[in-house]
Structures are given as structure tokens and as C-alpha cells.
């Protein structure tokens, strides 16, 4: 089962995707990070997260790039965060998939789904501000946005998070296009 | 009248393609005229025909009731982008304005709307039949 999480920052995405996975019950639970600890900044972000985590028996992977080399526990429950943060990383790093990024995201996350039972994914708005942003960040959007439609139509979940309230956007069962 | 709404890169042309199952008699938001815009089946990019008509001037008072008189049945896909930190030059901010003031008198035109995320259409309003 792969459940797509989505919602702009500071909208509660992370607490209900970890809830999410404690909800699939005793499999085995491994939290993939993609963010690289770079500065202070990421590093503080990085120990928030961990902070919330601490008692829910997460096993942490943090693998920045590449995710077809990562290898988990068949039959484990994953949360994977975030994917706007993994394409990053892809692009922006050196030596990593660049203009390839949306086939390397897209490759890497469905050779997690083969291993797992289920797979939770955390991705991000960034699509409605309306700026016109210079060259690699507009790239960087469109990629985010074609991955996020893959990824939208290969999940049996779809959830929009909404300052902690979760808005269903696809379930088993009904129409993608249902009031 | 139609009305598709989303973020930037939501897949909201190809929905309008598959599930709307509109094929052709499209106009572009990029370079159409407003003539265009009463005699074609869709437009996507509406957003930028906007930007355009206000680079040029030109008034968009009563737009969504001049369509539903010369083209009805037509699919509207724009761009949301009201969801940003206010922008420091002054006709982003007309702009931004102009666009949803636009876009909220369509979506009271509309029979239907929707908006995408992440490729899926949901519906966030229907009519009623008569």
C-alpha cells in the first residue's frame, strides 16, 4: 500500500504521516531522511523531527540521494521523508542525477515499494505562489510537480494535510473525482 | 462553463484531456486574443492571458459574464497563486488581486469546478440540475 502525503510546510504533514505508519500497527518501522545535515539549520530541523519520533520504535535511514541503492526489511512499514528534499538533493548535489532527477526519484521510490509492505510518502506544496522564479528553481518545480502526479497516480492514498486536518484527495473505492 | 483550478504543474491539462476528455479547440492563456477565448472549447493558461490583458490595459470588468453569453460550455484551467508572500513589485500585487477577483466571479459563473493535486481532479463544486 504506498499513501501519498501532501501540504505546504508547517501544515502538520510529518506528525500525521508518522501516525499514519504507527496506525499500520507492529511491522517493522523505518523512517528514510533524506535531508543531508549541511548547517545548523538542517541539523536543528533534523533533531525536531527526531524528537517527535522518539518512542515510536522508527529505525532511522538517512540516505540523502540514490534511493535504489537502499535496501529495507522486507515486509517493513516505511516513512519516507520528504521527497521535495530528496529531489534536491538530486539536482542540486554534485556528481548526483541532475537533469535525470525525476527518473531517479520516481526508480528509487519504487524500489522501496517492492521491498516494503507499505510505504508512506511525504511530499510538498510549493505550486501555488504565483512567482516567477529564475531558471533552476522553475525546472526544480516543474520536476517536483511531474513527480508528485506520478506518485499520485501509483498510490492507493492520496491525503492533503491542512494545519493537522487531513483532506482526502484519493481513496480505494471512489472515483478520483468525487465531491 | 468549467472551471479547473491548481497549483503550478498539477497535471490540470492533461486531467482536462482524460477526464474531462477534452481533445481539441484549445486556446493558450500565452497568446490568445479574447476572441479566442469566446469561440474556442478550453483555454488553459488563463492565468497568463490575464497577466497579458493587464500588461496591455485592458479591462476585464464583467469577463465571466461576457463568456457565459458567448461561450457557455467553455473549460477554464488557471493557475491558483494566491498562496505567497505579498510580492515587492506593484503589478504582481495588481495581478495577483485582478486574478483571483477573476477567478471567484468564474467560479460563481460555473457549473463545475475543480482543482488538482498531485494529477487528481477533485470536485469542489457542482450545480445542481434544473
Known amino acids: ?179 | 462553463m468549467i472551471l479547473v483550478v491548481g497549483g503550478a504543474f498539477q497535471g490540470k491539462y492533461k486531467f482536462a484531456n482524460e477526464k474531462l476528455n477534452i481533445r481539441d479547440g484549445w486556446a493558450d492563456g500565452d497568446d490568445c486574443q479574447f476572441s479566442d477565448i469566446c469561440r474556442c472549447r478550453a483555454i488553459q493558461h488563463f492565468h497568463r492571458y490575464v497577466k497579458r490583458a493587464m500588461e496591455s490595459h485592458y479591462d476585464l470588468t464583467g469577463l465571466a459574464a461576457k463568456l457565459r453569453e458567448k461561450n457557455p460550455d467553455i473549460t477554464i484551467l488557471t493557475n491558483e497563486l494566491g498562496s505567497g508572500v505579498v510580492p515587492a513589485d506593484q503589478f504582481d500585487r495588481m495581478y495577483r488581486d485582478e486574478l483571483g477577483r477573476v477567478c471567484e466571479e468564474l467560479a460563481a459563473e460555473a457549473d463545475e469546478v475543480y482543482r488538482v493535486i498531485c494529477g487528481i481532479g477533485m470536485i469542489i463544486k457542482k450545480k445542481a440540475a434544473d
Not at chain 1, 500500500?1 to 507492529?26: F, R
Not at chain 1, 522501496?112 to 504565483?130: K, M, P, W, Y
Open chain 1, 1 to 179: 500500500m504506498i499513501h501519498l502525503i501532501t501540504g505546504g510546510v508547517g501544515s502538520g504533514k510529518s506528525g500525521y504521516a508518522e501516525q499514519q505508519i504507527v496506525e499500520l500497527g507492529d511491522g517493522e518501522r523505518i523512517y528514510l531522511a533524506t535531508m543531508a545535515a549541511k548547517d545548523d539549520e538542517s541539523r536543528m530541523r533534523i533533531e525536531k523531527h527526531r524528537e517527535r519520533r522518539r518512542g515510536l520504535n522508527f529505525t532511522t535511514i538517512e540516505k540523502p540521494t540514490r534511493l535504489g541503492e537502499v535496501e529495507v526489511p522486507a515486509g517493513s512499514n516505511v516513512l519516507l521523508e520528504c521527497v521535495s528534499n530528496l529531489l534536491a538533493n538530486e539536482m542540486f548535489m554534485p556528481g548526483q542525477s541532475g537533469i535525470h532527477s525525476v527518473n531517479a526519484v520516481i526508480d528509487g521510490i519504487e524500489h522501496l515499494d517492492r521491498q516494503c509492505a507499505n510505504l508512506v510518502i511525504v511530499t510538498n506544496e510549493v505550486f501555488s505562489d504565483g512567482v516567477q522564479y529564475g531558471n533552476m528553481t522553475h525546472i526544480y518545480m516543474e520536476f517536483l510537480g511531474l513527480i508528485n502526479q506520478h506518485l499520485g497516480r501509483m498510490s492507493d492514498l492520496v491525503t492533503e494535510v491542512v494545519y493537522g486536518i487531513p483532506v482526502p484527495v484519493k481513496r480505494p473505492g471512489h472515483p478520483e473525482v468525487s465531491l
